[in-house]
T-cell receptor, first 113, second 112 residues
Framework: EAGVAQSPRYKIIEKRQSVAFWCNPISGHATLYWYQQILGQGPKLLIQFQNNGVVDDSQLPKDRFSAERLKGVDSTLKIQPAKLEDSAVYLC???????????FGPGTRLTVT | GENVEQHPSTLSVQEGDSAVIKCTYSDSASNYFPWYKQELGKRPQLIIDIRSNVGEKKDQRIAVTLNKTAKHFSLHITETQPEDSAVYFCAASPYNNNDMRFGAGTRLTVKP
């Protein structure tokens, strides 16, 4: 089966600019996750969707980060405005439901200068 | 919320030796504990997981043990091989894959 797709793979922006990441989960996967992985750290859950509803966004910095999954399939994560500390790999993952294994995408490496 | 601590941060072993990575968690409600392997520049991949109703689980050279009373769980890799070299992350969740919290990772190096 095709894996989780993410784009772009790399992005370099200046601080205070905006950026958006896109994720297409594995077909049929109802649950979608966005993680932030700062170099040398474990992934940090930003937001979890079940179909098009938000299950958990307690660690999402809502003053600058937003995410949507309007049709319950693909999803976008936006940062506006970006800060230097947002430099990280943004990983998208999906699972059939929350009871099943998460499959990670290749990630988007964001560098904020 | 849940806090997961992982030790050691780096681990170097000789090929054929065993490797043990330990994690502790803070939320007694956590009931799902997966382990992920992440090779350099690649995505995390699930290698084994355990639920709170089980004390130990084994899959070939990999095993995980869970002590709910002490709130810690460990990954054991036996007969290590150079291809086991990677960063390993533990994680804990109060319900299946919901609200997953990851440890900081252990960089394992297996020397041939």
């Amino acid at each position: 089966e095709a894996g989780v797709a993410q784009s772009p793979r790399y992005k370099i922006i200046e601080k205070r600019q905006s950026v958006a990441f896109w994720c297409n989960p594995i077909s049929g996967h109802a649950t979608l996750y966005w993680y932030q992985q700062i170099l040398g750290q474990g992934p940090k859950l930003l937001i979890q969707f079940q179909n098009n509803g938000v299950v958990d966004d307690s660690q999402l910095p809502k003053d600058r980060f937003s995410a949507e999954r309007l049709k319950g399939v693909d999803s976008t994560l936006k940062i506006q405005p970006a800060k230097l500390e947002d430099s990280a790999v943004y990983l998208c993952a999906s699972s059939l439901s929350s009871t099943y294994e998460q499959y990670f995408g290749p990630g988007t490496r964001l560098t904020v200068t | 919320g849940e806090n997961v601590e992982q030790h050691p941060s780096t681990l170097s072993v000789q090929e054929g030796d065993s490797a043990v990575i330990k994690c502790t968690y803070s939320d007694s409600a956590s009931n799902y504990f997966p382990w992920y392997k992440q090779e350099l520049g690649k995505r995390p991949q699930l290698i084994i997981d355990i639920r709170s109703n089980v004390g130990e689980k084994k899959d070939q050279r990999i095993a995980v043990t869970l002590n709910k009373t002490a709130k810690h769980f460990s990954l054991h890799i036996t007969e290590t091989q150079p291809e086991d070299s990677a960063v390993y992350f533990c994680a804990a969740s109060p319900y299946n894959n919901n609200d997953m919290r990851f440890g900081a990772g252990t960089r394992l190096t297996v020397k041939p």
